[in-house]
């Protein structure tokens, strides 16, 4: 995680408005026929290597399996409020006009109960490109009858992460543990796997034959795979490079990437950063857009474009090193917000910054769409919890058609 700070010397700030496509996307590639119209391949380009309301809903769990709570335990204590420095963290959103060229919003849910029924009015209304749920799977074929052409991705809770042992029997042995749910669970396009690993170089050769294995495995029952599942902030581009092997088992099994990009104490922080031993670039950044490195200095160069969703993204204030106040979700995050002027009042504010990510993602033709963590949070998640502004998510997808 990157310790330095980059202050701007001004606040500017370009609010979203609303898109009116005039293109269609075009699906390109025959063994992704049947994923949403956002994704759209572009040519290969060789690039050098350089409150919560009322009437909550149960949940809708339909597999007889019992569900356990979500396994992304944070792994460090809320930063505290920073010594302040001579030069102060300014949030900067740039400007990113939109043009007719973009398309639909990419922006859906990430789920850990579907506990409101503003959850499913989202998908109703909204027709996102994708949502994700953890555990509580079973609402997912309503949301495939709600919104046919929405992609959606399921993830079961596991304790145990160990890189050890032979990878391929673990990954035989993890399908297998699994396998009920999978076939319980048919509205569900995309399997993930493990849950924010975090492989080092030291594990990452490991992890690549786990997933390469478990693709295989899972293609056997009829099933794609979501790989990779890593957590913001990581892996390292020397680390990726070791993954590649699974990127090529993916995309030849019809399965997709999936990464987690956070900031905080907004969404644009350290974008613009460069990554070890690499110059910076004004369209990437080390947390949000890190999936671009990935992409232009890999996965472009030797044709292995596959596509990608991004199953968790937006404020997460357990990153290390960062400057703001103290905090977890967005809704601690608020006040900042207002004062740094991204909004005039909270939840707008992480709207606003929404949509600067939606409008970057929509660039790029890959990727499928991103989902937004969460709703139906509780306990640890309920400072992340999205159910008190989902009307407002809701209009601002609708805005952008």
Do not use: C
Not at 18 to 41: G, L
Not at 311 to 337: K, V
Request: proline share 10%; no cysteine; net charge negative.
């Amino acid at each position: 995680m990157p310790t330095s700070v980059q202050p701007a010397a001004a606040i500017t700030f370009a609010a979203v408005p609303a898109i009116s496509p005039t293109i269609s996307s075009v699906i390109v590639e025959s063994d992704h026929a049947d994923v949403p119209p956002t994704y759209t391949v572009a040519p290969t380009q060789q690039v050098p290597r350089s409150d919560v309301g009322n009437n909550r809903l149960q949940p809708t769990l339909t597999p007889s399996a019992t569900p356990t709570l979500p396994s992304r335990t944070p792994t460090a204590t809320a930063t505290p409020t920073p010594t302040a420095t001579a030069t102060r963290y300014v949030s900067v959103i740039p400007d990113l006009p939109p043009t007719n060229e973009l398309g639909p919003s990419k922006l859906g849910l990430h789920v850990v109960r579907n506990n409101d029924p503003d959850i499913m009015e989202f998908v109703r209304r909204a027709q996102p490109a994708v949502m994700k749920s953890v555990d509580d799977l079973g609402f997912l074929a309503e949301v495939k009858e709600a919104s046919p052409r929405t992609l959606t991705v399921g993830r079961i809770s596991i304790e145990n992460q160990d890189f050890g042992g032979d990878p391929e029997e673990a990954a035989r042995r993890f399908v297998a543990q699994n396998l009920e749910v999978y076939r319980l669970n048919p509205a569900v396009d995309y399997w993930e796997g493990w849950n924010e690993p975090d492989p080092n170089l030291e594990n990452m050769i490991w992890y690549s034959r786990f997933e390469q294995e478990r693709v295989r495995q899972m293609a056997q029952y009829g099933f794609r795979s979501a790989i990779g599942g890593f957590a913001t902030g990581v892996p390292e581009l020397d680390e990726f490079e070791l993954f590649l092997p699974a990127v090529q088992v993916a995309k030849e099994n019809g399965g997709i990437l999936s990464l987690h990009e956070y900031g905080a104490p907004d969404m644009l922080y350290l974008y613009g950063d460069p990554l070890p031993g690499y110059p910076a670039y004004p369209d990437r950044g080390s947390l949000t857009f890190r999936y671009r490195w990935y992409y232009r200095e890999f996965l472009e160069p030797a044709g292995m474009v596959i596509p990608l969703v991004i199953t968790e993204a937006g404020i997460d204030g357990i990153i290390g090193n960062r400057p703001g106040p103290g905090g977890l979700g967005w809704q601690d995050f608020q006040s900042y917000w207002v004062k740094q002027g991204l909004g005039e009042d909270g939840p707008q504010a992480f709207i606003n910054q929404l949509a600067w990510y939606d409008v970057g993602v929509r660039q790029d033709g890959y990727v499928i769409g991103f989902t937004i963590f969460t709703a139906g949070g509780f306990g640890y998640w309920e400072k992340y919890d999205i159910n008190p502004i989902l009307p407002e998510l809701t209009n601002y997808v609708i805005s952008q058609r």
